[in-house]
């Protein structure tokens, strides 16, 4: 069986990106809860010299989406205003959107 660009990115990355928008969803429910304030988690850094969360977040969108977007031959517009878990989530839905409309044609490359 061979494999595709496509069938080794898209969906993998769409799994991925899925998975991590229900995780922000828990993390807003847990926040709503009064656990944990929502400005400790948008300012967390999982190590002192790490970036914060919201750039943790565009870099998942960058290795994922844009990827994708790179193989389709686009440009994958950069998620800015990560202000809110609402924010962080939206941007990541918006790349999973973005995976389901892949297509393996879009993602062929000719030898």
């Known amino acids: 069986?061979?494999?595709?660009?496509?069938?080794?990115s898209a969906p993998v990355f769409r799994q991925y990106l899925a998975a991590f928008s229900d995780i922000l969803g828990k993390?807003?429910?847990?926040?709503?809860?009064?656990?944990?304030s929502e400005a400790e988690v948008i300012g967390f850094r999982f190590y002192a010299d790490m970036e914060p969360f919201p750039f943790q977040v565009r870099q998942a969108l960058v290795h994922s989406a844009a990827m994708v977007g790179v193989l389709r031959g686009q440009s994958y517009p950069r998620a800015e205003g990560l202000r809110t878990l609402t924010d962080c989530r939206a941007a990541v839905d918006a790349a999973v959107a973005y995976m389901d409309a892949a297509t393996p044609a879009d993602l062929s490359i000719d030898p």
């Open 1 to 8: 069986m061979l494999l595709s660009i496509y069938d080794i």
């Open 27 to 36: 993390a807003e429910a847990h926040c709503a809860s009064g656990a944990l």
